[in-house]
């Protein structure tokens, strides 16, 4: 089945214009926000399971929608912290319209699909700037197993994804410790 059988894609508003007065106020959702809300530290959140409880309209993100960067061909959900900043053209809310589609389970395969990567592959062939555009994005095919088994795919992966954020965390921090350690040494 088609992407846009299932989900609906909003593309950002484009701050280039700077049109309206509150674009200059509204902090735009960005890439390090994808990766960080990608990176599953709300994991345990009230917004994680919940998918058709926020706001569909209008260009601000919302907690628990699904966000897809046309830039890194990426997909997150947007995390409590990242809630109400504005989104660009580079990046587009994909509002779930079908019942059996857990939104863990769309960015997992958006983002790790074998099949997906192959589409979007053969889909930016060609192309000076890799970069997926909307009507690509609509096309692509995805598989929708059983609802238990999303859940469980989509709730896996974040996890995974946490536990990589917090292994790379945990890494810095004793690189850190050694070089201040190492510092004190040497005088």
């Not at 569909?56 to 809630?83: C, H, M, R, T």
């Not at 989509?154 to 004793?174: D, H, N, P, V």
């Amino acid at each position: 089945m088609k992407l846009e059988d299932v989900v609906t894609v909003k593309i950002g508003r484009n701050l280039s214009r700077g049109t309206e007065k509150d674009d200059l106020t509204l902090v735009a959702y960005s890439y390090e926000d994808l990766m960080h809300d990608l990176d599953g530290l709300f994991l345990d959140s009230k917004t994680f399971a919940s998918n058709n409880e926020f706001q569909n309209d209008g260009y601000l993100s919302n907690a628990g929608e699904v966000v897809f960067s046309f830039v890194s061909s990426k997909a997150g959900i947007v995390s409590d912290q990242n809630q109400g900043k504005i989104i660009n053209q580079n990046f587009a809310k994909l509002i779930i319209e079908h019942d059996d589609l857990d939104s863990s389970y769309l960015c997992y395969a958006l983002n790790e699909s074998t099949s997906m990567k192959k589409q979007m592959a053969i889909s930016m062939q060609g192309s000076t700037v890799p970069k997926l555009s909307p009507s690509i994005l609509k096309e692509l095919e995805i598989e929708l197993p059983a609802s238990e088994k999303q859940r469980t795919i989509g709730k896996a992966y974040f996890y995974l994804r946490k536990q990589q954020a917090l292994a790379k965390q945990q890494a810095q921090l004793e690189e850190q410790l050694y070089l201040e350690i190492l510092r004190k040494l040497d005088h």
